[in-house]
Nanobody, 129 residues
Framework: QLQLVESGGGLVQAGGSLELSCVAS??????????MGWFRQVPGKAREFVAA????????YYAGSVKGRFTVSRDNAKNTTYLQMNSLKPEDTAVYYC????????????????????WGQGTQVTVSS
């Protein structure tokens, strides 16, 4: 069992930065969680993959639309996953969710919402032009 709580969302101007955090708690040992992912969703659209990171932070994955601007990281000692977002654009506006996949999944699976077993409640990010 794992509970996830995101924070760090807010309103920022285009070109600005935000860092999202996702704190995990529960009976599952965080360091044993195979992968953590970040997704985002706007009203009327499907939830889309943003980034993912493996259990020790050695491997990361990004959607093409955020590569070079966003950085995902995790601190297993703090049970926390981060998403540093730089050079934000109005099209980055969405509710951002973190998700956990405790067991192994292939890299391609990490881009799929159904791969993840646990989800946070989401945090709103709004980028003004």
């Amino acid at each position: 069992q794992l509970q996830l709580v995101e924070s760090g969302g807010g309103l920022v101007q285009a070109g600005g930065s935000l860092e999202l955090s996702c704190v995990a708690s529960g009976r599952t040992l965080f360091v044993s969680v195979h992968a953590m992912g970040w997704f985002r969703q706007v009203p009327g659209k499907a939830r889309e993959f943003v980034a993912a990171i493996n259990w020790n932070g050695a491997t990361t994955y990004y959607a093409g639309s955020v590569k070079g601007r966003f950085t995902v990281s995790r601190d297993n000692a703090k049970n926390t996953t981060y998403l540093q977002m730089n050079s934000l654009k109005p099209e980055d506006t969405a509710v951002y969710y973190c998700a956990a996949r405790p067991r192994y999944a292939t890299p391609s699976m990490l881009e799929v919402t159904n791969t993840y077993n646990y989800w946070g409640q989401g945090t709103q990010v709004t980028v003004s032009s």
